[in-house]
């Protein structure tokens, strides 16, 4: 859009609704990512040129000379069925058992956290999230003018004792609260994961206040090291099957420019969403999903997940070492087993975003951690991406970042 300012002639005619839409810092970040002067560890951005491009073309080329015409024509509100049964396959290598009628495909995932926000958030309602949590659920969740109680996460995740002494002062003053969102492995932003025993009691907590858990898990099958922990979905399947709605995403997995992500719902709740859908998009692109079905449908997906695995856990360890050998003494950093994040704490005295601008100018971006808090906190917190830049630049960019945190303190330390 352009920086030109104007006066807008319209705005009388907005609804309250956009006093609540927020730029995600993410978003404006991004610009600065394209730039390749810059080091970036701003956007999540995946290592899409490791993907195979000649096989991509022939999936292409294989979708249009097979039932072209269907394929570009408009499909189901539900999503195109052949590419869920592969949708099947993928969650079954997270260890959930479901089927093609339990599925409902989304414009990405940040699609399906809207159509959820949309059919569960009242203005005024009440969301639980972990904190800090990703932005753009954030977003979404106050864009239909939600209340956010956010609750702490430490290395294993969400704060159980408090999310429990939360829900019982809720439960008291007789609020519902509509949903818990949780990012269980790896979180977007703070990298960390949810333990096994924590899934199990946010589970039954969630039963015992009748309260659905939204499960988002775009980056569950990116583990660099570890066993896999069963998804709280999982867990909920053993059972009744009735509390944790499942969304995931093709955006860490294929590439986020198939724009496709998917929802797991009990019955009921689908087809709201699919009405959800219907008056949003009609249906999910027809064609990208046609695409996904033949990637999904060579085996040679599997060995593409192996091969991003190899590549971001490289840049894992390489941001985590520089940070070791620069930062050690003067801050804290998360240490993730998988995902594309590291959260970073500053000394309380300093604000990652007033760093941020001598950081862009000594070419390197990252994001404040403000943004990943429904009131602005975190102001002495980043989240710094790894899966973006190749290990030579995060080197050179986490030891430039490093410089300037030490001149901050020095300074700082000079006017005490
Ligand atoms: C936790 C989480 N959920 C949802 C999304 C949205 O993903 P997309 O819309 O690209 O599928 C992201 C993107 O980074 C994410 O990190």
């Avoid at 006093?19 to 600065?32: N, P």
């Avoid at 059919?119 to 954030?138: C, K, M, Q, R």
């Avoid at 951690?369 to 290990?391: H, I, V, W």
Wanted: contains cysteine.
């Amino acid at each position: 859009m352009s920086k030109k300012i104007t006066f807008d002639y319209w705005a009388d005619l907005y609804s309250n609704r956009t006093e609540f839409m927020f730029s995600s810092e993410i978003r404006d970040l991004l610009a600065l990512s394209a730039r390749p002067d810059i080091i970036s560890f701003a956007g999540g951005l995946p290592e899409v040129r490791a993907q195979n491009f000649q096989k991509l073309e022939k999936y292409v080329k294989r979708t249009l000379k097979s039932d072209g015409d269907i394929n570009i024509q408009y499909g189901c509100s539900d999503g195109y069925y052949p590419f869920k049964t592969k949708l099947i396959d993928v969650m079954r290598l997270e260890g959930i058992e479901t089927v093609e009628e339990d599925i409902i495909t989304t414009t990405g995932g940040q699609q399906a956290l809207d159509l959820l926000a949309k059919i569960f958030i009242n203005p005024g309602d009440t969301v639980i999230t972990e904190s800090p949590a990703y932005t753009g659920a954030l977003n979404s969740f106050k864009s239909y003018e939600a209340k956010i109680i956010d609750i702490p996460v430490d290395e294993n995740g969400i704060d159980i004792s408090i999310l429990e002494k939360k829900l019982k002062e809720l439960e008291k003053k007789k609020i519902q609260i509509k949903f818990i969102y949780l990012v269980p492995n790896f979180s977007n932003p703070s990298g960390v994961t949810l333990s096994f025993d924590r899934r199990k009691k946010v589970l039954e907590l969630a039963k015992k206040h009748r309260i659905i858990i939204l499960e988002d898990n775009p980056y569950g099958m990116l583990r660099y090291e570890g066993k896999p922990i069963p998804t709280i979905k999982e867990l909920d399947i053993r059972g009744d099957n009735r509390n944790v709605i499942y969304l995931s995403t093709l955006s860490k997995l294929l590439a986020p420019g198939f724009r496709i992500g998917w929802i797991v719902a009990p019955h009921p709740i689908l087809e709201k969403i699919s009405l959800g859908v219907q008056s949003t998009i009609l249906c999910v692109s027809t064609f990208t999903q046609r695409i996904a079905y033949e990637y999904f449908s060579d085996p040679s997906w599997v060995d593409n997940i192996k091969r991003f695995k190899g590549i971001y856990s490289k840049r894992r360890d390489i941001m985590l070492k520089t940070l070791k050998g620069n930062l050690s003494s003067i801050a804290s950093w998360s240490k993730p087993k998988g995902g594309f994040f590291i959260w970073l704490k500053l000394p309380d005295y300093l604000s990652t975003k007033e760093i941020l601008a001598d950081a862009v100018r000594n070419k390197v971006a990252y994001v404040p951690g403000s943004g990943f808090y429904p009131d602005e906190r975190g102001l002495n917190e980043a989240r710094l991406a790894f899966c973006t830049e190749n290990t030579e630049r995060i080197e050179k960019g986490i030891k430039i970042l490093s410089k300037i945190v030490k001149e901050k303190i020095k300074l700082y330390k000079s006017f005490k």
